[in-house]
């Protein structure tokens, strides 16, 4: 570098503020935005791009899912509509799954920031509606034609004057047009924010172009990203992955190949796309791989084009993690949320100390509906989200019942019913879920769900998975405990597909847990009768998978537990 | 008579983690005084700065007519989890609420990261058969038997302090109290604290939260705040002894002693309410009160007085200050932003070549590495000192003295050698980089909150922010800045000038359009009644105001806009209102409406206060740079010319009201020093506070 030293520390100075700028373009659409999912759960995006559509800064929202989705989104908006096209209050949109962040239901819209005339850069920005017609959020479509609206790269203003056109036509096609005109409206003036913040930061410092402070942010991060890959020992590794998917089981298969300071993730080898909407977008795939990628080798490196230009994803056209148009794709987290446990199983061989077991993988979306009353032709639908335990690290236990890989969060039970008739009988720990381990894996959860009024409500079951597939434990850890869907007095339930609740029945879920890590025998027998003392391992598991006995008072039986481990 | 007159002389002590802050008040004179916090037992060391204070002001203690109580104690216990033996009693089915939280993480990357344990381990959390649905009907009846079960358990596990919450407690907390009588019938010494009571809002793990910390502080708390009621009647203090909120307002030892969690953040508010009584003084709309001290920088915004408030807080972060990390408490708090940035924060270059500085900080041991007490890490303060803004002799009075050359070496060796800077540049990205983190802290937090952040008037004191406050302003767009006296003991003096209030909340789950207005307005005044049996007694005879706020949100968001009502019954005409002032308010934020769109009730809340302390207006003398000399010149580094430049020093005790001074130069006084920069003017107030702006034609950055 041979800036001078004031003309460093600017550069630095600079690069603060625009990651600020986009946290506040994430924020202003956080509180604007609507629907549980991006409220609670944070199922949002932001982001700002130089002239190329190179993504610069990207703020820390809830779902990596639109980490790398995002940073080629704006690329694509770039072929429909080149630079040299760009007037000022113009506003672009799509939700294209291959276009956009995989789903018809994250809007994309992207904003060009002008200053005295001329274009500087690009702000972008996405969030999920709470409803793009077609099926709903249900993983049975057989095509993306039956999921939804599709809207391709278009204008959503034309020079500061709405496309009413196509506002129109969205708000005929979704079931909740106020909610979606309202998340289209948040998407643009957060963009908008993000512009004013810009244009006044290029007013304070005194800059014309973004342009050198683009190669500076881009160097620096392709460069930390670099040396942080060249600790990774060289070579090919391979890991592969069964889920229960939907018609058939699906097989996944990676190899990852590290070397001269890249990494290439390449799923040759994995299923072909699935007939239901499980499948998941290349963008999407790409996304998820990188987020595990990134969390072992480089968590401090942030996400733009820079520091991803050094990780490249593979996967052969029309499989499952590169489906092409117009296979369905709504529940496309199934499969997308599962790939960082398969680029751990390769990174596990490659980093000394090891990676953390499987976990729960994808988040389980509750999407319930039915009628809101008696005699009343009023309906309800409303959307919860549960999730199962994480996978034991190699020097701590697991998380709890907590989100990996999505960054999205619990909506509360008393918010839920609220806003619905239904009712949670039970939201607890699921004992002896974890898989056993010298740490244990994290704990899953059960969950029991009934109708408020004594009538039949649906439950579009998208999104389960893990209930024949449980997530594995590594160096002789045990699988956490897998996931089971039931009606209380009656049969299992399949993870995918629409299910009825009949009235005074209740809907009984139960969350996988995350696998263990390390042999459980060589778990601190305190740890153990600590478990058994809260209740969350039973005095039978603690005997059977580790080795330790505990009395009926939760006292550690030292004779008893060396004799166990002795044999 | 004005009522800080008839309140007589004033006392207050704010329990701080290293320093024991006292300060008197009688008519024009204050007195403030500091001595060391005596950790094992608190109250010794109030007790030595009240008798030291009363000794110096010579005043005998049945003169003092109040006492104005704050204290960390309560934060302590949470962040140190020294609290009482714990045991949390909630619905069947819903054992661990208070552990499975947000069920998020709040670092994405960090695989490796944990979330804060629960207060309660789940050994001691129970559960019992009855359940409330959302509309608050019963759908299964309090099991009063297991109860009676419950409580031979809770004995034999030793148990001190009792957290209760049901679901759905905040519309219908029937069986709470039901819970609570049963148990106290059967363990008449435990404390009990129920949800439905202590955060009556919607949100079960924010809510169980609350009332678990709550029940964990208790007992200590109720221990330490009648220990000392007793010691100050001991000693001749027969007048009331009132405590500081973390809403800034004030409450009795009876209200503090059941919602103890209303105390935590008090320092802080009170730092708050010093700003919010100047920003009256000086008759300031919109002020921007910045208190940066050793690891933490607050940003505080004030309208017309009034500081912003709120009712979401988290203790006791555990991870890098990180949102998440920490304890949610649903509790009226002053709203402030607080950043990991003070005179201790240690700087360090990251693998993208950037220097960050913060969170993690030094704290008073080690210290920064020119204390000279074995940090080696280069720290903010390190960074002034090589800068020569702050005088190695004169540093905290003189009593550490700093080791420049430490200072230079740490940062030379942490920061300058991987970006291929000298010390001195390296100490400018440090400090810069420390000022762009508080300027964006502040500005994002203005624009959440639709305000203009160039129109503020900043208020810097703790022993940082003078120094930083021209570059944050300067960075901000702001023009004018205020420093006042004793900023040192700021905290202090804010509590006398607090307001005895107290705020109840409920929360009522509904829809703007087919509100139950007879119903409401019982539920109001009832809140009213609540809020007034808890002020009274503190304020016998004052007059004392109400205000009643409702959040509103459209339907389906997750953002709620806080909207005045009327302080009378709700009639069908108030509604059509409150939607405009929602609309309003929706519109001067987010640019737009959604006219189609319902909107939703969230919660209700009723405030009643003493009114604010009469201010008299500032003299004003007549200013000039004439007969003020510098007392010498330090050769301070400046960025724009890249090399020292001499800029005079001058001792603030020996500027009286009247003085100028123009920067670029330094007043250096024992708690601090305030940095003029170059194009700012400072002046010497008819308060002695300095008063400094920014010249025509010196804006920009």
């Known amino acids: 570098m041979t800036a001078s030293p004031a003309g460093q520390l600017h550069m630095q100075v600079m690069w603060n503020r625009l990651i600020s700028v986009v946290e506040e373009q994430a924020q202003a659409l956080l509180r604007t935005a609507f629907g549980s999912v991006v409220r609670e759960a944070g199922d949002l995006s932001a982001g700002v791009y130089d002239l190329r559509g190179r993504m610069l800064a990207q703020a820390v929202t809830g779902t990596p899912g639109h980490v790398n989705t995002m940073a080629v989104a704006v690329g694509h908006f770039l072929e429909r509509f080149p630079i040299d096209t760009m007037r000022e209050g113009d506003v672009y949109v799509t939700n294209d799954p291959w276009m956009g962040t995989g789903h018809l239901f994250d809007f994309v819209v992207v904003t060009p920031a002008f200053r005295a005339g001329r274009l500087v850069s690009l702000f972008a920005s996405t969030c999920h509606l709470v409803d793009v017609g077609g099926l709903g959020f249900s993983a049975d479509a057989r095509s993306v034609y039956e999921e939804g609206i599709r809207v391709p790269h278009m204008k959503l203003y034309d020079r500061g004057t709405l496309n009413d056109v196509l506002m129109r036509v969205i708000e005929t096609n979704v079931r909740q047009p106020i909610e979606a005109k309202g998340d289209m409206m948040a998407l643009v003036s957060c963009n908008n924010a993000g512009c004013t913040r810009f244009v006044a930061m290029m007013d304070e410092f005194g800059i014309d172009s973004i342009d050198p402070l683009a190669e500076h942010i881009l160097e620096n991060s392709r460069r930390a990203m670099e040396e942080a890959v060249r600790k990774v020992p060289q070579g090919e590794y391979r890991a592969s992955m069964t889920l229960d998917g939907y018609e058939d089981e699906v097989r996944l298969e990676l190899r990852m190949t590290v070397k001269d300071g890249a990494i290439t993730l390449d799923y040759e080898g994995s299923s072909a796309a699935s007939q239901f909407g499980i499948n998941s977008p290349k963008c999407y795939s790409d996304a998820y791989s990188v987020f595990g990628l990134k969390c072992v080798v480089a968590p401090e490196v942030p996400n733009n084009a820079g520091s991803l230009s050094v990780i490249r994803v593979e996967a052969p056209e029309g499989s499952i993690v590169n489906p092409l148009d117009p296979s369905p794709v709504t529940a496309r987290h199934v499969v997308g949320q599962m790939l960082p446990d398969i680029v751990f199983g390769c990174l596990h061989q490659a980093m000394s100390g090891g990676v953390q077991a499987e976990s729960s993988g994808s988040i389980w979306v509750l999407a319930m509906s039915g009628p809101a009353e ?13 999730v199962g335990g994480v996978g034991a690290r190699p020097t701590k236990d697991g998380l709890d019942s907590t989100a990996f890989p999505s960054g999205v969060g619990a909506i509360p039970v008393e918010v839920t019913e609220s806003v619905a008739p239904v009712v949670f009988w039970r939201r607890e720990f699921q004992p002896d879920s974890g898989g056993a381990g010298r740490f244990r894996g994290g704990l899953g959860q059960i969950v029991e769900i009934e109708s408020r009024c004594n009538l039949p409500f649906q439950i579009s079951a998208a999104t389960f998975d893990r209930l024949r597939n449980p997530a594995r434990g590594r160096e002789k850890g045990e699988p956490g405990a897998a996931g089971q869907l039931k ?28 696998g263990g890590f390390g042999d459980p025998r060589a778990r601190s027998p305190d740890a153990v009768a600590a478990d058994v003392r809260n209740g969350i391992v039973s005095r039978e598991a603690a005997r059977k998978a580790y080795g330790v006995a505990v009395n009926e008072d939760g006292a550690l039986d030292e004779v008893e537990t060396a004799k166990l481990r002795g044999g | 008579m004005s009522k800080s007159q008839g309140r007589g002389v004033r006392l207050a002590v704010d329990i701080g983690g290293t320093f024991t802050d006292v300060a008197l008040e009688t008519g024009e004179r204050r007195i403030t005084i500091k001595v060391l916090t005596t950790q094992d037992a608190p109250d ?60 998020r993480r709040f670092e994405q990357y960090d695989i490796y990261m944990d979330k804060p344990p629960p207060l309660v381990p789940r050994r001691l959390r129970f559960t019992v058969p009855e359940r409330v649905a959302a509309d608050g009907c019963v759908l299964r009846k309090l099991d009063e038997g297991a109860l009676s079960t419950l409580a031979k358990q809770l004995e034999s596990e030793g148990i001190e302090s009792i957290g209760i919450g049901f679901l759905h407690s905040y519309v219908n907390a029937a069986h709470e109290e039901r819970a609570r009588e049963v148990l106290l019938a059967a363990l008449p010494h435990l404390s009990v604290t129920i949800s439905s009571e202590v955060s009556p809002e919607i949100r079960e793990y924010d809510r169980f939260s609350t009332a678990c910390a709550n029940a964990y502080v208790q007992p200590q708390m109720a221990g330490y705040l009648s220990k000392l009621s007793v010691a100050c009647r001991g000693m001749g203090l027969t007048c009331p002894l009132l405590l500081m909120t973390s809403a800034g307002g004030l409450t009795t030892i009876d209200s503090a002693i059941r919602f103890p969690i209303r105390l935590v953040e008090s320092g802080p508010a009170g730092g708050a309410m010093l700003a919010s009584h100047l920003a009256r003084v000086y008759g300031l709309g919109d002020v921007l009160s910045f208190d940066m001290g050793g690891t933490t920088a607050k940003i505080c915004l004030i309208s017309d007085g009034v500081p912003e408030r709120s009712r979401a807080f988290e203790v006791a972060r555990a991870y890098r200050n990180l949102k998440g990390s920490g304890l949610p408490v649903r509790v009226p708090v002053i709203e402030m932003v607080e950043i990991g940035a003070g005179g201790g924060s240690l700087a360090s270059v990251d693998a993208m070549h950037r220097i960050a500085v913060g969170p993690e900080s030094a704290g008073s041991e080690p210290g920064p590495a020119c204390y000279g007490q074995g940090g080696r890490r280069p720290a903010v303060t390190d960074a002034n000192l090589v800068l020569h803004r702050l005088d190695a002799e004169r540093f905290a009075g003189g009593s550490i003295k700093l080791d420049p050359a430490a200072a230079r070496d740490a940062i030379a060796a942490d920061v300058g050698r991987a970006l291929g800077l000298d010390a001195s540049w390296a100490a400018v990205g440090i400090s810069e980089i420390v000022e762009e983190n508080m300027a964006n802290a502040a500005r994002v937090h203005a624009i959440e909150r639709g305000k203009v952040i160039e129109r503020h008037v900043m208020i810097a004191f703790g022993g940082g922010a003078p120094l930083h406050a021209c570059r944050v302003a300067r960075k901000l767009g702001v023009t004018r800045i205020l420093v006042p006296a004793g900023a040192g003991v700021g905290s202090a003096i804010g509590f006398l000038r607090a307001p005895i209030s107290y705020q109840v909340t409920r929360s009522r789950y509904g829809l703007l359009a087919d509100l139950d207005l007879s119903a409401l307005n019982g539920w109001l005044s009832a809140m009213r009644d609540e809020a007034r049996a808890i002020v009274e007694p503190g304020a016998p005879n004052e007059p004392l105001t109400e205000t009643r706020h409702v959040d509103l949100r459209y339907t389906g968001q997750g953002h709620e806009l806080v909207i005045a009502l009327p302080t009378r019954d709700l009639g069908p005409d108030d509604l059509g209102k409150l939607h405009r002032d929602f609309e309003d308010r929706y519109r001067a934020l987010y640019g737009l409406t959604l006219p189609d769109m319902g909107i939703e009730t969230l919660t209700w809340s009723v405030t009643v206060s003493t009114e604010p302390e009469a201010v008299t207006a500032v003299p004003t003398p007549s200013y000039s740079a004439e007969g003020f000399e510098p007392t010498g010149l330090r050769e301070v580094f400046d960025p724009d010319a890249g090399k020292p430049v001499p800029t005079p020093v001058y001792w603030r005790p020996d500027l009286t009201p009247g003085a100028e001074i123009i920067g670029p130069a330094l007043i250096d006084e024992d708690e601090t020093t305030t940095l003029i920069a170059d194009g700012w003017r400072a002046r010497i107030d008819g308060r002695g506070y300095i008063d400094m702006a920014q010249l025509p034609g010196n804006g920009g950055g």
């Open chain 1, 374 to 386: 008696r005699d009343s032709a009023e309906a309800f639908t409303v959307m919860s989200v549960s």
């Open chain 1, 487 to 514: 009606l209380a007095h009656g049969q299992d339930l399949v993870g995918k597909g629409v299910h009825e609740v009949p009235p005074g029945e209740r809907l009984v879920i139960e969350l996988p847990g995350g």
């Open chain 2, 44 to 103: 010794r060391g109030v007790l030595q700065g009240i008798t030291s204070v009363l000794e110096e002001a010579h005043v005998a203690p049945e003169a003092v007519g109040l006492i104005i109580h704050g204290t960390t104690l309560a934060t302590n216990a949470l962040i140190e989890r020294k609290g009482a033996r714990t045991a949390f009693v909630t619905t069947d089915g819903f054992r661990d609420v208070l552990e499975t939280g947000y069920e």
